[in-house]
């Protein structure tokens, strides 16, 4: 999987930095793309809503709360360096784009077309054996020799069951909507994706008409 890739698209490029949610260091890969990019824009794989909350936190930070499956997540992630919450990629993101004065906006799906898009997808079932499945995800061993790597097993044995993986896919087609809406009026973009969205964000995006 790449951990960096340029798509050039209608005279704009954009720089996909594909990132691992909670890892502490991969807040100083975003520091040096930002400064090596210089982009005009940053794209972040979270909601706009997400970029004011992180901007909240940044200015007044708070305890963050987990759920068991984050917090399970975390235990795991910890075995390749220290974890914290906000994700100090998105945090990282947020800081060098302030301090050049450069745009920041999420192409995740707002609150409410999430909402809708769950409501649709994931059916009650789904919702059950997700909910019980935890104690068997819970007993799991990732065999990930890198962080990226257990990023993407880690989704897909969260993500397994049919609506929460069309979830999933729903998410990356809003993602490669908005990129593709950026390419239309921007120079440059740097493109923070979650590693287990990234690949086929960018396949979506190449594919957009």
Same mark, same amino acid.
């Given at each position: 999987?790449?951990?960096?890739? @340029? /798509?050039?698209? !209608?005279?704009?490029?954009?720089?996909?930095?594909?990132?691992?949610?909670? #890892?502490? %260091?991969?807040? $100083?890969?975003?520091?040096?793309?930002?400064?090596?990019?210089?982009?005009?824009?940053?794209?972040?794989?979270?909601?706009?809503?997400?970029?004011?909350?992180?901007?909240?936190?940044?200015?007044?930070?708070?305890?963050?709360?987990?759920?068991?499956?984050?917090?399970?997540?975390?235990?795991?992630?910890?075995?390749?360096?220290?974890?914290?919450?906000?994700?100090?990629?998105?945090?990282?993101?947020?800081?060098?784009?302030?301090?050049?004065?450069?745009? @920041? /906006?999420?192409? !995740?799906?707002?609150?409410?077309?999430?909402?809708?898009?769950?409501?649709? #997808?994931? %059916?009650?079932? $789904?919702?059950?054996?997700?909910?019980?499945?935890?104690?068997?995800?819970?007993?799991?061993?990732?065999?990930?020799?890198?962080?990226?790597?257990?990023?993407?097993?880690?989704?897909?044995?969260?993500?397994?069951?049919?609506?929460?993986?069309?979830?999933?896919?729903?998410?990356?087609?809003?993602?490669?909507?908005?990129?593709?809406?950026?390419?239309?009026?921007?120079?440059?973009?740097?493109?923070?994706?979650?590693?287990?969205?990234?690949?086929?964000?960018?396949?979506?995006?190449?594919?957009?008409?």
């Amino acid at each position: 999987m790449a951990s960096e890739e @340029i /798509i050039r698209m !209608d005279g704009c490029s954009i720089v996909f930095l594909d990132v691992v949610r909670g #890892l502490k %260091s991969e807040a $100083d890969r975003v520091f040096d793309a930002f400064k090596s990019t210089a982009p005009d824009i940053l794209a972040m794989s979270i909601s706009n809503e997400e970029v004011r909350g992180l901007r909240d936190y940044a200015e007044d930070p708070f305890e963050v709360d987990m759920s068991r499956y984050e917090e399970l997540y975390a235990k795991h992630l910890a075995r390749f360096g220290d974890v914290f919450l906000p994700p100090p990629c998105f945090l990282a993101g947020l800081e060098a784009a302030d301090r050049s004065g450069t745009d @920041i /906006i999420g192409v !995740d799906m707002d609150d409410e077309t999430h909402t809708a898009a769950y409501c649709a #997808l994931v %059916s009650g079932y $789904d919702l059950f054996r997700h909910t019980t499945r935890f104690n068997f995800i819970k007993l799991r061993r990732f065999n990930a020799k890198t962080p990226a790597e257990f990023a993407v097993l880690w989704d897909r044995a969260v993500n397994s069951l049919g609506g929460f993986r069309e979830l999933e896919r729903e998410r990356e087609e809003f993602m490669a909507k908005e990129l593709n809406k950026i390419l239309a009026k921007r120079k440059s973009c740097l493109a923070l994706i979650d590693v287990e969205r990234a690949e086929n964000v960018r396949r979506l995006l190449r594919e957009r008409p």
